[in-house]
């Protein structure tokens, strides 16, 4: 089955910073979302990536997908504290096509230091 | 309402009972997802629901996790003998047709067993 990894676990920055956080998938990927989830809020869609090399963005919020290497990235710009939260990656779970089972990776807790 | 809800938010058992957890997704959406998040843990995947299909329950941990969705819209989730491993916040999710991936979340069930 797919497995995604997720890095780094957790990331602390100081506010207006950079960063990045990676999903990198076992396998071969069909599509991949990325979801934010805040305490006591629930998960919140961010994004959703199909094909190779697409990119988008969401306020400050970019994401990439890079099908050769089974991998996308997430980059956030001039972080706010309202970025704060953990960021998950999904991509369906099966072999081939949409199969549905989205499964997802364990997450990259961020935080922003004001 | 207009989002997915779950009940009850919070519930409380002894090691042995069994738990009824209930799931009203967004009215419209064919497709209802069943996580369960553990402390420090991603999101592991339970069972998934698309339209009249037969469900696919490969994520359930043990037998004595079952699932049923009636007339195509609530869903509920059963857990019977729980153990104090079942103890974890339960996540309900449905998208729509053609939207596979972008998921709605409910703000979950936190199962406590005792």
């Known amino acids: 089955s797919q497995e995604l990894e997720q890095s780094p676990q957790s990331l602390i920055v100081q506010e207006g910073k950079n960063l990045t956080i990676n999903c990198t998938s076992s396998k071969t990927l069909y599509g991949l979302y990325w979801y934010k989830q805040k305490y006591g809020e629930g998960l919140i869609f961010l994004m959703m990536?199909?094909?190779?090399?697409e990119e988008k963005s969401h306020e400050k919020i970019t994401a990439k997908l890079d099908e050769k290497k089974q991998q996308s990235s997430l980059h956030i710009t001039a972080s706010q504290p309202s970025h704060a939260g953990i960021y998950l990656c999904g991509a369906d779970g099966g072999y081939g096509g949409s199969q549905g089972n989205l499964i997802f990776g364990k997450g990259t807790k961020l935080s922003v230091k004001p | 309402g207009a989002g997915v809800s779950q009940s009850p938010s919070n519930k409380v058992t002894e090691k042995g009972k069994d738990v009824e957890l209930r799931c009203d997704p967004i009215?419209?959406?064919?497709?209802l997802y069943w996580y369960r998040q553990s402390l420090g843990q991603g999101l592991e995947f339970l069972i998934y629901f698309q339209g009249n299909s037969a469900p696919d329950k490969s994520g359930l941990p043990s037998d004595r996790f079952s699932a049923e969705r009636t007339g195509g819209s609530v869903s509920t989730l059963t857990i019977q003998r729980t153990q104090q491993e079942d103890s974890a916040v339960y996540l309900c999710?449905?998208?729509?047709?053609?939207?596979?991936?972008?998921?709605?979340f409910g703000s979950g069930t936190q199962l406590s067993v005792l």
């Open positions: 999710a449905s998208s729509g047709q053609g939207n596979i991936g972008k998921l709605f």
């Open positions: 990536l199909q094909k190779g090399g």
């Open positions: 009215s419209g959406h064919t497709a």
